[in-house]
């Protein structure tokens, strides 16, 4: 096994095969709302003690301020040292680092490139690991796959796959429903106030997608009220029915995520074999680990199997 710390990220090898990769692996620091995916790199690591292969942990702050964020691009030197950028949506969805001075932005393109030109070359399957968090807006989603348009895996393959995991996990599915939906109403009273306020561009972001799960699972009318007035009260209790009247927890396709903002494996990695975001449910990273990386371990045996064919 060979174990290789770089600047910016750590790489643990054993032998070829799949390549496990946690983008937002490091610290989260202040109130900033650039969180680490956790969990994510514990799921991936399960995943690679059972098969071999390569495990890439990105290990700066995805805070674009005082780290990289490794899941976007590379921004323009100048443009990357204007300190306004901190509360520019349309940067931060984009770009990798808000650089203190040229020499600092040369540091961080450096410690950028390097970790994708490692990564690109250690094989032809990559998995990349993230979290989805448990509210609303993701339900009910256990896990969100993307597929950068079906360019890093193909429709009918990725279709089949899910179907047959939907239909295996099944049993397991019924036995979490009933904590997966108070989690997921949880995590939605402990920041109704922040959500219904939309007093930032991601809370105006995060309200409208639950807005749409409201709609969708709770009906329309629901969401309409909420529209006229929402506050913390109406905005609970329509959680509670959507939750309530929703289907149980399962494996979806691009529900929740498209892959937009993921530019750099789009830029780095398609077109060099599988390339398959993961995107995990919080409840399932913290209680449920070792079945997650039984779910994806099935999920990689299914689609080679399906290629192969």
Request: with cysteine.
């Amino acid at each position: 096994m060979e174990i290789k710390t770089e600047k910016g990220f750590i790489l643990l090898r054993n032998g070829r095969g799949p390549v496990y990769v946690a983008l937002h692996a490091g610290p989260s620091l202040f109130d900033s709302g650039a969180t680490r995916d956790t969990g994510a790199d514990k799921i991936a690591s399960l995943c690679w003690e059972k098969t071999g292969g390569s495990l890439v942990l990105f290990t700066l702050p995805r805070d674009q301020s005082i780290g990289i964020d490794s899941n976007r691009d590379i921004p323009a030197e100048k443009e990357s040292m204007n300190t306004a950028q901190k509360k520019n949506i349309k940067f931060l969805n984009r770009y990798g680092w808000i650089a203190l001075s040229s020499a600092d932005y040369k540091k961080r393109k450096k410690i950028y490139e390097n970790f994708w030109k490692t990564v690109a070359g250690l094989g032809e399957k990559f998995f990349l690991f993230h979290t989805e968090d448990s509210r609303l807006s993701n339900f009910p989603s256990i896990l969100d796959l993307i597929t950068f348009d079906y360019k890093g895996v193909k429709k009918e393959l990725i279709e089949k796959a899910v179907d047959a995991l939907n239909s295996k996990y099944r049993g397991f599915f019924s036995k979490i429903n009933k904590f997966y939906r108070k989690r997921i109403v949880f995590e939605n009273i402990m920041d109704a106030e922040k959500t219904v306020s939309r007093n930032t561009p991601v809370r105006k972001e995060l309200f409208r997608k639950e807005l749409a799960k409201i709609s969708r699972f709770a009906g329309k009318e629901f969401a309409r009220k909420l529209e006229m007035n929402a506050d913390t009260k109406n905005f609970i209790a329509a959680v509670k029915y959507a939750v309530k009247n929703g289907p149980m927890p399962v494996i979806t396709i691009e529900q929740n995520f498209s892959g937009k903002k993921a530019i750099a494996p789009k830029k780095f990695l398609l077109g060099r074999g599988t390339v398959l975001e993961l995107e995990i449910n919080k409840f399932m990273c913290e209680y449920f680990p070792q079945k997650t990386a039984d779910i994806i371990l099935d999920l990689i045996g299914l689609l080679e199997q399906y290629e192969n064919k």
